[in-house]
């Protein structure tokens, strides 16, 4: 298992969260009977590999890939329209988040993407629908 396995599941929609020192992956609704196999028999290398440091090439290439992601899909002018409200806020403390996860562990990291990758999702759904 390598950092690029970790971010590829990442990007397939799956969450890591280690507490206590036990590895919690999720949604469960998602876990294959394979991805369920693979991860039981990584799970120490998951584990260190989410509390290790992220590098700073690393942690550009993720976001950069994520970014990439959101804007194929993204509607011309929602981040503008935005501005002033809530979730215009919420996108700001999730540029903040990334830029402290920077300094932080692969778990922080992709913690830190998936907050950035939710708030865009809602920024875009409140312009398509029009709010």
């Known amino acids: 298992m390598t950092s690029k396995d970790l971010y590829a599941l990442h990007c397939k929609g799956f ?3 280690i507490r206590d020192g036990t590895l919690f992956v999720g949604p469960a609704s998602k876990l294959t009977d ?3 196999a693979t991860i039981k028999q990584h799970k120490q290398e998951i584990i260190e590999l989410l509390k290790g ?3 700073e090439d690393e942690a550009r290439q993720w976001l950069i890939n994520d970014t990439k992601a959101i804007m194929r899909d ?3 002018g929602a981040l503008l329209d935005a501005k002033g409200t809530p979730l ?3 996108y700001q403390k999730a540029g903040d988040c990334i830029d402290e996860a ?3 562990t692969r778990e922080d990291f ?3 993407l998936t907050k950035y990758e939710n708030v865009m999702m809602k920024i875009a ?7």
Request: hydrophobic letters at 25%.
């Open 102 to 104: 920077f300094d932080g």
């Open 125 to 131: 759904d409140s312009y398509r629908q029009g709010r």
């Open 34 to 36: 394979d991805i369920k």
């Open 15 to 17: 969450n890591f969260e």
């Open 110 to 112: 992709l913690k830190a």
């Open 74 to 76: 993204w509607p011309q």
């Open 88 to 90: 215009y806020e919420e």
């Open 53 to 55: 440091p992220i590098t």
